[in-house]
């Protein structure tokens, strides 16, 4: 288990004066980041090993989104791996101990060489230690999309902002794309994301919004149809 602490700033805050939910998924992916650093499993050591931990989905719960000035704890966990996939669990406690988000995520061991994924080793997970999952929602990491009814939203092309250090769309952009499709005054309450295909600079996205029952469901993918990555965003 590894925590850090930090205090909400004014550049994470979306409209409403709280935390925004792509600032929340950049905490949660620091949190992970600066446990792999601490433990001399980081940035460096992941590109001379040439296999690294690819984010496959995220599953994040909000309780409450925390205002400016905020202090916060966020803790990451390893909770299990199998075959290929590793799974760690996230959280963050407000002042007060109070948590108000959890998230559960699906990561794969990716063999950056050969450019498809492999098979956990104890090395790969050992150094993290295992925790007991939190209890949550059990859902499928697969997203299901509609083959009808979505609209289709306008175009853009990935811009070098969008990229980071592996030179492809981060994690969080894909987010923040997708919630610029939702009407001003949702609640996002729970955010679900399933990552099936790396954009990189240049390529075209194409959104399609999907109104569903309890939310919405935002696909991005590019202008022949291959998905890149889907968001389900819950009431």
């Given amino acids: 288990m590894y925590s850090f602490e ?5 550049s994470e805050l979306a409209e409403n004066g709280r935390l925004s939910l792509d600032g929340i998924v950049n905490y949660l992916q620091d949190c992970t980041c600066f446990e792999s650093e601490k433990l001399g499993v980081g940035m460096e050591t992941t ?20 205002k400016l000035g905020e202090q ?3 803790t990451t966990q390893a909770c ?46 050992e150094l993290y230690g295992i925790e007991e999952p939190l209890p949550m929602e059990k859902v499928s990491r697969k997203i299901a999309v509609p083959k009808e009814g979505g609209q289709q ?11 980071d250090t592996n030179h492809h769309v981060n994690n969080g952009q894909y987010v923040r794309m997708a919630t610029a499709y939702l009407p001003d ?51």
């Fill in 72 to 74: 916060i704890r966020i």
């Fill in 185 to 235: 005054d949702f609640p996002v309450r729970e955010m679900r994301a399933e990552y099936r295909r790396q954009a990189k600079l240049g390529d075209m996205i194409q959104p399609m919004r999907n109104e569903m029952e309890d939310g919405y469901l935002v696909v991005l993918q590019d202008p022949e149809g291959q998905v890149y990555c889907v968001v389900r965003f819950i009431r």
């Fill in 153 to 163: 939203q306008k175009g853009f092309q990935v811009q070098e902002y969008h990229l």
């Fill in 47 to 66: 590109y001379s090993r040439e296999r690294m931990w690819v984010l496959n989905f995220w599953q994040i719960v909000v309780d409450r989104y925390p």
């Fill in 80 to 125: 299990g791996s199998e075959k290929m996939f590793g799974y760690r669990n996230f959280m963050i406690h407000d002042e007060a101990g109070d948590m108000v988000v959890k998230a559960y995520s699906i990561w794969s061991l990716l063999d950056m060489k050969k450019g498809r994924p492999c098979m956990v080793q104890p090395e790969d997970i």
């Fill in 6 to 10: 930090s205090r909400v700033r004014y």
